[in-house]
């Protein structure tokens, strides 16, 4: 009987926990704001930034120095593509520079004089690309372009020399494109997964920081006790009910983010919805328990920011979307593995662009479990050997002296005309 009475008296305290968090929550604005705001504008506005994913005809001028059959076919074939446009021929490079200064094109091609020649002699011929990189989606197009008609006509040339040896119709080596996951090829399909996982870590970490900033503030004006959070349980039921708070209070945002917002923007969703939910819970419990972990480092506000501004980069770095991830450093490997966005991003890319099933992901699922389990534990040491120490010691200091807090705060801000001031008055009354 007694066993069952601590369990009930210790789901009570879970309760109370998570009844107290969603309060903290709910009055707290700057709170809202991350965890609501942040998963509602910043999916929308990311994906707005990114549409259109691919751009189309942009604008391309030729200087050819060479002024032979292939290079005028070679151009042909370069303004058939969906990718550029061949707006005109510049008489030289000097011309083409002012047409792309005047932003006439944005991209110039050039022929050395040579083309054809080198060509027919069996050497290599060079074709030159210039482009404006102001916007990087350019780029893309036009190196697309280039590289297939230059893949298509090299084909081609073989295939002429060798037609006399073999008897074939068309290419020696036929290429073609055939997109799997990211049918669109848009750079928005291929980036945006994975950052809707990571507005969603931030915006939860960031929020929980804010939770316990506010609760150190309100400790400092109040001799050391937050009178909002007075809840009275271990550090695991107290840890354990602001994780389901935080759960529940994610669960609209976090659909809006991964299903609806994909679904607005006709991003590929080639995965199972239930499947998806499934690997998102350890997710989103993982990137709870690591907030109250982090939340040490907070003392105020401000404090949040930075937080924010510090490993907002380095989480989407570590990802291994923007540099291969069997390039990065071993120590930062390591890192990145302790990070439940690796794991939750790249899960949920596998599973809604190329259409993975959770037994397929049953490795990084697990490894969520087990990440869940080791924040858990910092988060229990965190709570145990760091905060509460910490608010004990600030509630003795007051009971000495009143005023401590209030001195403690001056002094770390460096005001020493305040700080004396406090000090002469204290003075006074005694």
Known sequence: MKENGEKIGWLHSIGLTMKQEFKLIFRDEAVIIFFVVLAIVYPPLYSLIYNPEVVRDEAMVVVDDSHSDLSREFTRKLDATPDVQVKAYANDMEEAKQMMARKECYGIVYFPADFETQVMRGNQGHVSLYTDMSVMMRYKAMLTALTNVQMEMCTKLQGAKAAHIISMDGGLVESRQVPLGNTAMGIASAVLPFILVYVLQQGMIMGIAMIHAGGMGRRRRNRGIDRLDEVKALPGAMILG?????????????????????????????????????????????????????????????????????????????????????????????????????????????????????????????????????????????????????????????????????????????????????????????
């Open 242 to 430: 602001k994780a389901l708070a935080h759960l529940f209070y994610y669960l609209l945002p976090a659909i809006f983010a991964l299903h609806i917002v994909p679904l607005i923007f006709k991003f590929p969703m080639n995965g199972s919805f239930i499947e998806i939910a499934l690997i998102m819970f350890p997710f989103l419990l993982a990137c709870s328990f690591m907030g109250q972990a982090v939340r040490v480092f907070v003392n105020n506000r401000e404090g949040v920011f930075l937080l924010l501004a510090f490993t907002s980069v380095v989480f989407v770095f570590l990802t291994g979307v923007s540099w291969p991830h069997y390039q990065i450093a071993p120590y930062w490997d390591v890192i990145s593995r302790m990070i439940p966005g690796y794991w939750g991003s790249t899960a949920y890319v596998q599973m809604q662009v190329n259409g993975a099933s959770l037994m397929q992901m049953k490795d990084f699922y697990t490894a969520l479990w087990v990440l869940c389990g080791i924040w858990f534990v910092i988060a229990y040491m965190v709570e145990l050997l760091v905060l509460r120490p910490k608010y004990r010691a600030m509630q003795l200091a007051c009971e000495v002296d009143p005023d401590a807090l209030s001195k403690h705060t001056l002094y770390l801000q460096g005001d020493d005309d305040l700080l004396n001031a406090e000090l002469l008055d204290g003075d006074d009354e005694e």
